[in-house]
């Protein structure tokens, strides 16, 4: 009860305070309210109280319109009225804002279009259209969109070429060319003709083909255009230093009704220009078509294709025209490549009945439209019919079928007789083609051998204006397509009669790996003749690489691609024609040919990516090459390899103290200009042949009367010193081509160097056929600390935030005045060499600072407190000397080893074959940039 109480009395307090609270408030309230009216005015001027505030309110009215950064039009609306598609269709805005709302959107910038629908890209006209586009800067092969689905495509050489299949690797390639077929398009290889007195053709031709290469154009076995030639073509009196690049030619088969003659010459499409640029020097005139001339039409697509117009200049009655993407060649290599051919090629019907026949066959169809009866008369007049009639070019139809035939029963194109043509006349691939692909089985080998003579070569697609003929008149797929479907039984043949086409075109032999480039055989013995030969793999076969040639009217690349791939015809690229090369033991333009300008730019391109490859790659995870000893890991120094091979020689010659003989003198004169590729024949035999000598009396008697010479740069063993005095005079600046075969386990690869092994290798290798090789001691690498002072110097200015002065000290008079002193430096030369560097290192640790090397009047160039000191000569920078680097190497699977292709100084060659003993294979040491093994490798003549 008390507790009640008191909480009843404390809410009496409590209500009696607000109360009290609530009073003065009120009261509060009034007085003011009071005061307020007493100070409102009793009237009011409107026009006085706008003027004075018009400034304020217009200053308002305008921050109003204009809108801030993070505002617009659209946003001024309330929320209720906003629409997303206001801000895209300014008709959704209210009529008071549309007015500012479009100035702002045409101060935006404009988004780009969106990309049309698939649906709209695929239609065939817009397809077109962007085909066109796209193969403006390369040109497109006519099998390019075949390829791009299965192939990974490349810009090389101003085409889009395919590089390599995306399925299957190379070996899948290697065994079909081993075992069955391999296909290859080379429609990028550039066509030249020559048309016009054979006297004239041979004239220009011999200025550019020297003799000594190869057969010239003039050879019996070329000129009446049964075989085709090879040989490299070089700048006007340039032979051997100015090369321009290896070419084909084939000369057109005599023609009775004419006395001029045609010759086609088929060159690599990076050595193209140049080529035509010699040509035209020779001839002394200018192109009629400097550029060519493209024309477009977008009414039908026949018209949309480019026309080109080739290049075309003369000289009297030789007239020199250019062929580029006129011609498609494709190139079948294997063993059952004949097969295939013969699978495909179908003979054509050209006799007259067939001309009565289709005739009446078209006569019979009474409900054909205007269209086609226009159609039938422009057919009535067909290439063929012409072609074949009168003379005896249907009986040489006939033989050329005959002989073709009759191909099948060899095993191999190789057997066949080396770069015969063969002239045919074809039907359609598409009426014969099969409906599932299958591959060709060998047929039955008679093993015959054949003789062809130049009646055989004839062919219709020499004339420019049979070829034009062919590609207006070729069916298209869709008309061919319609009249596959009018057929009653869905799958039988369909007969086009006067319709069908006939195609011309040629067939040449590729007879593979040629005399002097055989396949290596096993492992060569080493030692005495009781020991076996190293081999644990199967022989090499002597016919790989062996095939043929198509070559075709433009226009019908695709129905005979797809002809020859649903017989069974593996497909490859670029990356396998090279491989296929290798394993054929013979050289690839534009990478085995450094002497070009073609393969100069190859190198250089290749260099610079494995380059910006190499520096991607963080220090610990790359090699060091200068610990390795690699002066140029990415790239051969060729000039400075034979540079200094021949300085050594004039050291050798100048240190003689006996009377000088004619020989001496010319050796002297010898070495100057630049250094080029051996391809003499005669002086390779004379190479090739000289370890299979014996007789040695007129090398001790140079040996009594010349040691100088004798004891660095002849071989032991000659059998007519003066002849290989003469190599070596005439050819002291040359790259010798060499085969590298692993004698052990191992591969030879790019960029490798060739040493010459000391007399204790070879006796270790003697006694010990498990013999590994000598190993390179490690080297060192001079700039290891100045780059991890570097490095820690950025890490510190990183955490410092601030770039440290760095104080700069030239290189002064005193400096080179101090290292003159020390009787190393030259008076021209600021770049400190070998005896320099402890100098240098000394004045820049008393000076603390970082070198510049240059003059005060030049731009100077920053280098590292120790620079990088580079041998004076590539000979000396290993154990062994160097005498020459390898180009590019594999495993070989037709040999079962590793093999390498490189070149050698012809002075180090020479010596090498010096030091060998007597009765043994030449061998080498071979070291890659990445080890610091040496291996031996048996050498053999690249010709």
Same mark, same amino acid.
């Given at each position: 009860m008390i507790m009640k109480e008191k909480a009843s009395k404390k809410r009496k307090l409590d209500q009696n305070e607000d109360?009290?609270?609530?009073?003065?408030?009120?009261?509060?309230?009034?007085?003011?309210?009071?005061?307020?009216?007493?100070?409102?005015?009793?009237?009011?001027?409107?026009?006085?109280?706008?003027?004075?505030?018009?400034? @304020?309110?217009?200053?308002m009215s305008e921050n109003v319109k204009v809108v801030g950064a993070s505002r617009n039009v659209f946003q001024k609306l309330p929320k209720h009225m906003r629409r997303r598609a206001a801000s895209h269709n300014v008709k959704r805005l209210p009529r008071r804002l549309r007015q500012q709302a479009q100035i702002e959107m045409d101060k935006m910038p404009r988004k780009v279009s969106k990309?049309?629908?698939?649906?709209?890209?695929?239609?065939?006209?817009?397809?077109?259209?962007?085909?066109?586009?796209?193969?403006?800067? +390369?040109?497109w092969l006519e099998t390019h969109i075949w390829h791009a689905k299965r192939f990974h495509m490349v810009n090389k050489w101003g085409y889009k070429i395919a590089l390599h299949p995306n399925d299957k690797g190379y070996r899948a390639a290697y065994r079909a060319s081993a075992k069955h077929s391999?296909?290859?398009?080379?429609?990028?290889?550039?066509?030249?003709?020559?048309?016009?007195?054979?006297?004239?053709?041979?004239?220009?031709?011999?200025?550019?083909?020297?003799?000594?290469?190869?057969?010239?154009?003039?050879?019996?076995?070329?000129?009446?255009?049964?075989?085709?030639?090879?040989?490299?073509?070089?700048?006007?009196?340039?032979?051997?230093?100015?090369?321009?690049?290896?070419?084909?030619?084939?000369?057109?088969?005599?023609?009775? =009704?004419?006395?001029?003659?045609?010759?086609?010459?088929?060159?690599?499409?990076?050595?193209?220009?140049? /080529?035509? +640029? @010699?040509?035209k020097t020779l001839m002394g005139c200018q192109t009629t078509d400097s550029k060519p001339n493209i024309e477009n039409s977008e009414s039908k697509v026949e018209d949309s294709e480019k026309i080109l117009k080739n290049e075309t200049f003369s000289k009297g009655?030789?007239?020199?025209?250019?062929?580029?993407?006129e011609l498609v060649r494709f190139r079948i290599v294997g063993p059952l490549s004949t097969d295939i051919l013969v699978e495909t090629f179908k003979k054509p019907d050209i006799s007259e009945k067939s001309y009565d026949n289709s005739q009446e066959e078209n006569e019979k169809n009474a409900n054909c439209s205007s269209a086609d009866n226009n159609e039938s008369q422009s057919l009535e007049t067909k290439w063929w019919k012409d072609y074949f009639t009168g003379g005896d070019k249907q009986e040489v139809f006939e033989q050329?079928?005959?002989?073709?035939?009759?191909?099948?029963?060899?095993?191999?194109?190789?057997?066949?007789?080396?770069?015969?043509?063969?002239?045919?006349?074809?039907? #359609?691939?598409?009426?014969?083609?099969?409906?599932?692909?299958?591959?060709?089985?060998?047929?039955?080998?008679?093993?015959?051998?054949?003789?062809?003579? =130049?009646?055989?070569?004839?062919?219709?697609?020499?004339?420019?204006?049979?070829?034009?003929?062919?590609?207006?008149?070729?069916?298209?797929?869709? @008309?061919?397509?319609?009249?596959?479907?009018?057929?009653?039984?869905?799958?039988?043949?369909?007969?086009?009669?006067?319709?069908?086409?006939?195609?011309?075109?040629?067939?040449?032999?590729?007879?593979?790996?040629?005399e002097g480039n055989q396949p290596l055989p096993s492992r060569p013995m080493i030692g005495s003749s009781e020991r076996t030969q190293w081999s644990r793999h199967g022989k090499p076969n002597p016919t790989y690489g062996s095939g043929w040639d198509v070559i075709l009217p433009a226009a019908w690349s695709m129905p005979f691609w797809v002809a020859l791939v649903y017989r069974g015809a593996r497909v490859g690229g670029l990356r396998e024609m090279m491989c296929v090369d290798e394993e054929a033991s013979r050289q690839n333009f534009p990478r085995d040919f450094p002497d070009t300008a073609a393969g100069l730019e190859e190198e250089t391109h290749v260099t610079q990516q494995l380059t910006e490859k190499y520096h991607k790659y963080p220090p610990s995870k790359r090699p060091n090459y200068t610990k390795l000893g690699v002066d140029s890991p990415f790239q051969?120094?060729?000039?400075?390899?034979?540079?200094?091979?021949?300085?050594?020689?004039?050291i050798a010659v100048d240190e003689d103290e006996m009377s000088r003989t004619d020989v001496q003198e010319a050796l002297i004169r010898s070495i100057t200009g630049r250094f080029y590729v051996l391809r003499n024949q005669?002086?390779?035999?004379?190479?090739?042949?000289?370890?299979?000598?014996?007789? #040695?009396?007129?090398?001790?008697?140079?040996?009594?009367?010349?040691?100088?010479?004798? +004891?660095?740069?002849?071989?032991?063993?000659?059998?007519?010193?003066?002849?290989? #005095?003469?190599?070596?005079?005439?050819? /002291?600046?040359?790259?010798?081509?060499?085969?590298?075969?692993?004698?052990?386990?191992?591969? /030879?690869? @790019?960029?490798?160097?060739?040493?010459?092994?000391?007399?204790?290798?070879?006796?270790?290798?003697?006694?010990?056929?498990?013999?590994?090789?000598?190993?390179e001691p490690k080297h060192k690498d001079h700039e290891l600390e100045t780059r991890k002072n570097h490095k820690n110097a950025k890490k510190n200015r990183k955490w410092e935030k601030t770039k440290p002065k760095i104080k700069i000290t030239l290189i002064t008079e005193d400096l080179i005045t101090l290292i003159t002193d020390e009787g190393q430096a030259q008076g021209d030369s600021l770049?400190? +060499?070998?005896?320099?560097? =402890?100098?240098?290192?000394?004045?820049?640790?008393?000076?603390?600072?970082?070198?510049?090397?240059? =003059?005060?009047?030049?731009?100077?160039?920053?280098?590292?407190?120790?620079?990088?000191?580079?041998?004076?000569?590539?000979?000396?920078?290993?154990?062994?000397?160097?005498?020459?680097?390898?180009?590019?190497?594999?495993?070989?699977?037709?040999?079962?080893h590793g093999v390498g292709f490189g070149f050698c100084s012809l002075i180090g060659l020479v010596r090498s074959l010096h030091e060998k003993p007597e009765n043994q294979p030449l061998i080498l040491l071979i070291r890659n940039i990445n080890t610091l093994q040496y291996r031996f490798a048996y050498v053999a003549i690249n010709a």
């Amino acid at each position: 009860m008390i507790m009640k109480e008191k909480a009843s009395k404390k809410r009496k307090l409590d209500q009696n305070e607000d109360r009290e609270e609530k009073n003065k408030k009120e009261k509060k309230d009034v007085d003011l309210n009071g005061d307020i009216v007493q100070e409102t005015p009793r009237e009011f001027d409107l026009a006085s109280f706008v003027h004075s505030r018009a400034i @304020e309110m217009e200053a308002m009215s305008e921050n109003v319109k204009v809108v801030g950064a993070s505002r617009n039009v659209f946003q001024k609306l309330p929320k209720h009225m906003r629409r997303r598609a206001a801000s895209h269709n300014v008709k959704r805005l209210p009529r008071r804002l549309r007015q500012q709302a479009q100035i702002e959107m045409d101060k935006m910038p404009r988004k780009v279009s969106k990309r049309p629908s698939r649906y709209h890209r695929r239609r065939p006209k817009n397809l077109l259209k962007e085909y066109e586009r796209r193969k403006r800067n +390369n040109i497109w092969l006519e099998t390019h969109i075949w390829h791009a689905k299965r192939f990974h495509m490349v810009n090389k050489w101003g085409y889009k070429i395919a590089l390599h299949p995306n399925d299957k690797g190379y070996r899948a390639a290697y065994r079909a060319s081993a075992k069955h077929s391999l296909l290859m398009d080379i429609s990028y290889y550039c066509c030249i003709e020559f048309f016009g007195p054979e006297a004239d053709i041979i004239c220009i031709l011999k200025k550019v083909m020297p003799k000594e290469i190869d057969c010239t154009i003039a050879a019996v076995s070329y000129i009446d255009g049964s075989q085709q030639g090879m040989s490299v073509l070089y700048h006007d009196s340039g032979y051997p230093s100015k090369p321009i690049g290896p070419v084909t030619f084939l000369w057109r088969p005599e023609m009775k =009704s004419c006395d001029l003659r045609q010759l086609w010459l088929w060159i690599h499409p990076s050595c193209y220009r140049e /080529a035509i +640029n @010699e040509f035209k020097t020779l001839m002394g005139c200018q192109t009629t078509d400097s550029k060519p001339n493209i024309e477009n039409s977008e009414s039908k697509v026949e018209d949309s294709e480019k026309i080109l117009k080739n290049e075309t200049f003369s000289k009297g009655q030789l007239t020199v025209t250019s062929l580029k993407d006129e011609l498609v060649r494709f190139r079948i290599v294997g063993p059952l490549s004949t097969d295939i051919l013969v699978e495909t090629f179908k003979k054509p019907d050209i006799s007259e009945k067939s001309y009565d026949n289709s005739q009446e066959e078209n006569e019979k169809n009474a409900n054909c439209s205007s269209a086609d009866n226009n159609e039938s008369q422009s057919l009535e007049t067909k290439w063929w019919k012409d072609y074949f009639t009168g003379g005896d070019k249907q009986e040489v139809f006939e033989q050329q079928w005959q002989r073709m035939a009759k191909s099948t029963g060899v095993s191999s194109p190789n057997s066949l007789p080396s770069n015969i043509v063969i002239g045919l006349t074809v039907r #359609d691939p598409r009426l014969s083609i099969p409906l599932h692909k299958d591959k060709v089985m060998a047929m039955h080998r008679t093993g015959c051998y054949y003789r062809y003579d =130049s009646s055989v070569s004839q062919s219709a697609i020499w004339d420019k204006h049979i070829r034009q003929q062919v590609k207006t008149m070729k069916l298209s797929d869709h @008309e061919l397509n319609l009249k596959r479907s009018q057929t009653l039984v869905p799958g039988l043949e369909i007969k086009l009669g006067k319709e069908e086409s006939r195609i011309p075109m040629l067939l040449i032999q590729d007879p593979g790996p040629m005399e002097g480039n055989q396949p290596l055989p096993s492992r060569p013995m080493i030692g005495s003749s009781e020991r076996t030969q190293w081999s644990r793999h199967g022989k090499p076969n002597p016919t790989y690489g062996s095939g043929w040639d198509v070559i075709l009217p433009a226009a019908w690349s695709m129905p005979f691609w797809v002809a020859l791939v649903y017989r069974g015809a593996r497909v490859g690229g670029l990356r396998e024609m090279m491989c296929v090369d290798e394993e054929a033991s013979r050289q690839n333009f534009p990478r085995d040919f450094p002497d070009t300008a073609a393969g100069l730019e190859e190198e250089t391109h290749v260099t610079q990516q494995l380059t910006e490859k190499y520096h991607k790659y963080p220090p610990s995870k790359r090699p060091n090459y200068t610990k390795l000893g690699v002066d140029s890991p990415f790239q051969c120094p060729w000039s400075k390899l034979v540079q200094d091979w021949s300085e050594m020689l004039d050291i050798a010659v100048d240190e003689d103290e006996m009377s000088r003989t004619d020989v001496q003198e010319a050796l002297i004169r010898s070495i100057t200009g630049r250094f080029y590729v051996l391809r003499n024949q005669r002086a390779l035999n004379k190479l090739r042949n000289v370890s299979k000598l014996q007789n #040695d009396s007129h090398y001790n008697y140079l040996r009594e009367s010349h040691p100088s010479i004798t +004891n660095n740069f002849l071989p032991a063993v000659c059998h007519d010193v003066t002849e290989l #005095d003469k190599v070596i005079i005439e050819h /002291a600046q040359s790259l010798v081509p060499v085969r590298m075969s692993m004698l052990q386990k191992g591969n /030879a690869e @790019e960029f490798a160097m060739i040493c010459l092994p000391s007399k204790d290798d070879l006796d270790r290798l003697a006694a010990n056929k498990d013999y590994g090789g000598p190993i390179e001691p490690k080297h060192k690498d001079h700039e290891l600390e100045t780059r991890k002072n570097h490095k820690n110097a950025k890490k510190n200015r990183k955490w410092e935030k601030t770039k440290p002065k760095i104080k700069i000290t030239l290189i002064t008079e005193d400096l080179i005045t101090l290292i003159t002193d020390e009787g190393q430096a030259q008076g021209d030369s600021l770049v400190p +060499n070998n005896s320099q560097t =402890s100098v240098v290192e000394e004045h820049v640790k008393k000076k603390g600072s970082t070198t510049v090397i240059g =003059s005060k009047q030049g731009q100077p160039k920053v280098a590292t407190a120790v620079s990088k000191v580079k041998p004076k000569s590539v000979i000396d920078s290993n154990a062994r000397p160097i005498i020459g680097y390898i180009s590019h190497g594999k495993f070989v699977y037709n040999v079962g080893h590793g093999v390498g292709f490189g070149f050698c100084s012809l002075i180090g060659l020479v010596r090498s074959l010096h030091e060998k003993p007597e009765n043994q294979p030449l061998i080498l040491l071979i070291r890659n940039i990445n080890t610091l093994q040496y291996r031996f490798a048996y050498v053999a003549i690249n010709a």
